[in-house]
Each structure stands twice: as C-alpha cells, then as structure tokens.
C-alpha cells in the first residue's frame, strides 16, 4: 500500500507514453469529452515543449544557406499538405481524388505533427457548426486568444477523435491508421531529415553542413513555424482583417495570413461558403493552395473541384483597395 504514491506518476507516465503512441489508448474508459473541464492537461502540453525546445538547438548548430532553404521548402510543402488536403479535402470534401493519392496526402500532412486527418477534419467540422459561439473550441472571442491560439489543443476535453463526425473518412482503414498513431509519420520524418543530412554532411563535406543542423532546421524550426502558421487561423483571422460577407461569426479576410498559410487568410470567404475549393474568390485575393490544386487537377491527380457560385460573389462588400483595412 505505501507504494502507492510511486506507482501514481509511474502509471501516468506510462499511460501518456502509450497515448502519445496510440491516440485511442484506453479510448473506452476515458470519460466523455464534453464532461472534461477547459483546462490545460501537462501532460498533452509534452509534444508542444518538445516542438519549441528543440528549436532553441539552432544556437548549437547554426545556420546555413542549405538547410534555411530546405526548412523553407518543406513548410511550404506541407502547408499545402494541411491546406489542400487536411482542410479543403478531409474537412470539406470540396474535390475528388484516388484513394491512394488521399492516403499519399494524408502522410504528407501528418508529418506537420498537426495530429491525424480524422482528428483534424472532426474537430475542424465542429468549429464551421458552432464558430464563435460558446460550443466553439477554439474561438478567440469567447476564450481569449492564447486558447484560442494553442491553449484548447493542450486539453483532454480536445483530444479524442470524434469519430462519429468522420463516417466518410473512417471508412478507411489506412486513415484510421494514420489517425490512431498519429506519431509514426512524424518520426519517420525526422528519421529521414537527419538521414539526409547526414548524406549532405558525407558527400559533400566542403558544404560545411552538419546533419544536426539540417535536422534542427528541417524538423523542429519548419515544424514549428508551421504549427503557428496554421493556429494562427484559428485566433488572428477571428479578429484582424475586414469582413466582406456578414458572417454570424468573427471571421476576417486577411492578405498577410494568406500568404504565410498559402490562401487560408480568405477566412471570412470561406466562413460564408466552405463548400468551394478556393478561399480567395476574386482575382486579387492571392490562394496559392487554389493554384497547387488546379495544377493537381490538370495533372488528373484530383477532380471535380467545386466553385464559388455568381451569388456568392455578388454578396461580398469588397474591393482590391480594401484589402488591407
Ligand atoms: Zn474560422
Ligand atoms: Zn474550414
């Protein structure tokens, strides 16, 4: 019996290291969500330590013009993994693909540590159904904008997949794979980030790059920046930029959050219609997922994009010169 007290943080850290394996770990016994307070969770606040932490090793590494490149390339990469896929295909079904190709999109998009596309669509579905109100999870109008930002995905009333919001996704078992260890594509991705560096650092050593510093720079800096990139939709595009469309939520239209998050600025755009594939509805507003997408298209690799109907675009109160209000 006086055990006890050892064997309560030894089993909670046992159990976070299994859920931080297998998202559904005990998936059962967990109380219902809805019953869980508003409050940050330590031990979900782990995987966002480690993100940040390991960015501070660029003091140790350094910096080179190889690998700010290739962190830069890969965040616009899987940006548009999360943008395209994760958002505009899981979320709202606004195209049609293969199933290899979702699958091949989805690994890209889970490498972002952005959790699982299942994870991601469900809660996703649930801020279009109750943006801005009190249900919403991450609204920065009635919850402040650090939860709004990054507080909500620290606790465990937001942590399991509402599966029931995703009939069409869970059909798969590869998604639910992915969804369920949603940390394997990550740690494949830094495994394959360091190995490639550490080719660089062998093959062509007068590069004076180190595999350590190709890491840091490819997963813990692009990673991180990512992250913030995409949450930022989530609190800033509710509260700073003009809203053409009278939404009943906050949403704004944004030009400088659509070229960090390659076209999800179009915010207030895409709160009026979810349904079409492209965010930014008239020629001045800058969508370059749209562009990824239509040259997808044209390849055959995706298909039937839905647009924005003529009333839509008729609706909005805006023109190029406002976009900056
Ligand atoms: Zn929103
Ligand atoms: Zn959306």
Same mark, same amino acid.
């Given at each position: 019996?006086?055990?006890?007290?050892?064997?309560?943080?030894?089993?909670?850290?046992?159990?976070?290291?299994?859920?931080?394996?297998?998202?559904?770990?005990?998936?059962?016994?967990?109380?219902?969500?809805?019953?869980?307070?508003?409050?940050?969770?330590?031990?979900?606040?782990?995987?966002?330590?480690?993100?940040?932490?390991?960015?501070?090793?660029?003091?140790?590494?350094?910096?080179?013009?190889?690998?700010?490149?290739?962190?830069?390339?890969?965040?616009?990469?899987?940006?548009?993994?999360?943008?395209?896929?994760?958002?505009?295909?899981?979320?709202?079904?606004?195209?049609?693909?293969?199933?290899?190709?979702?699958?091949?999109?989805?690994?890209?998009?889970?490498?972002?540590?952005?959790?699982?596309?299942?994870?991601?669509?469900?809660?996703?579905?649930?801020?279009?159904?109750?943006?801005?109100?009190?249900?919403?999870?991450?609204?920065?109008?009635?919850?402040?904008?650090?939860?709004?930002?990054?507080?909500?995905?620290?606790?465990?009333?937001?942590?399991?997949?509402?599966?029931?919001?995703?009939?069409?996704?869970?059909?798969?078992?590869?998604?639910?794979?992915?969804?369920?260890?949603?940390?394997?594509?990550p740690l494949l991705y830094g495994m394959l980030m360091?190995?490639?560096?550490?080719?660089?650092?062998?093959?062509?050593?007068?590069?004076?790059?180190?595999?350590?510093?190709?890491?840091?720079?490819?997963?813990?800096?692009?990673?991180?920046?990512?992250?913030?990139?995409? &949450?930022? $939709?989530?609190? *800033?595009?509710?509260? @700073?930029? #003009?809203?053409?469309? %009278?939404?009943?939520?906050?949403? /704004?239209?944004?030009?400088? &959050?659509? $070229?960090?998050? *390659?076209?999800?600025? @179009?915010? #207030?755009?895409?709160? %009026?219609?979810?349904?079409?594939? /492209?965010?930014?509805?008239?020629?001045?507003?800058?969508?370059?997922?749209?562009?990824?997408?239509?040259?997808?298209?044209?390849?055959?690799?995706?298909?039937?994009?839905?647009?924005?109907?003529?009333?839509?675009?008729?609706?909005?109160?805006?023109?190029?010169?406002?976009?900056?209000?």
């Amino acid at each position: 019996m006086f055990l006890n007290p050892l064997l309560t943080p030894l089993r909670i850290f046992f159990e976070t290291l299994a859920q931080s394996l297998d998202a559904d770990f005990k998936r059962e016994k967990l109380p219902e969500p809805s019953t869980l307070p508003e409050k940050i969770n330590w031990q979900r606040t782990l995987p966002f330590l480690f993100l940040h932490g390991g960015c501070l090793a660029v003091f140790w590494v350094g910096i080179s013009p190889i690998s700010l490149a290739a962190a830069l390339l890969l965040y616009v990469i899987r940006m548009f993994a999360i943008t395209g896929f994760y958002h505009r295909y899981f979320s709202h079904r606004t195209f049609k693909t293969s199933r290899l190709f979702q699958f091949l999109a989805a690994v890209l998009g889970n490498s972002s540590m952005q959790r699982g596309p299942l994870w991601w669509a469900a809660t996703h579905r649930h801020h279009h159904a109750h943006a801005d109100e009190e249900e919403d999870k991450h609204s920065p109008l009635t919850k402040g904008f650090c939860w709004s930002h990054i507080g909500w995905l620290t606790s465990m009333r937001n942590f399991p997949t509402p599966y029931e919001k995703v009939h069409d996704l869970s059909r798969y078992p590869e998604l639910v794979f992915l969804n369920r260890y949603d940390k394997t594509i990550p740690l494949l991705y830094g495994m394959l980030m360091y190995w490639i560096g550490w080719m660089i650092e062998k093959k062509f050593p007068n590069s004076g790059l180190t595999a350590g510093e190709f890491f840091v720079w490819t997963f813990f800096i692009s990673t991180t920046l990512l992250l913030h990139g995409t &949450l930022f $939709i989530n609190s *800033l595009a509710h509260l @700073w930029g #003009n809203r053409p469309y %009278r939404t009943k939520d906050d949403s /704004r239209n944004n030009f400088w &959050l659509s $070229i960090i998050t *390659l076209g999800e600025g @179009w915010h #207030n755009n895409h709160h %009026r219609y979810p349904h079409a594939t /492209r965010q930014g509805f008239r020629w001045w507003e800058i969508d370059i997922t749209y562009y990824g997408l239509k040259i997808l298209s044209l390849l055959g690799l995706i298909w039937e994009l839905r647009p924005v109907p003529d009333s839509i675009l008729m609706e909005a109160q805006e023109s190029p010169s406002s976009m900056f209000n």
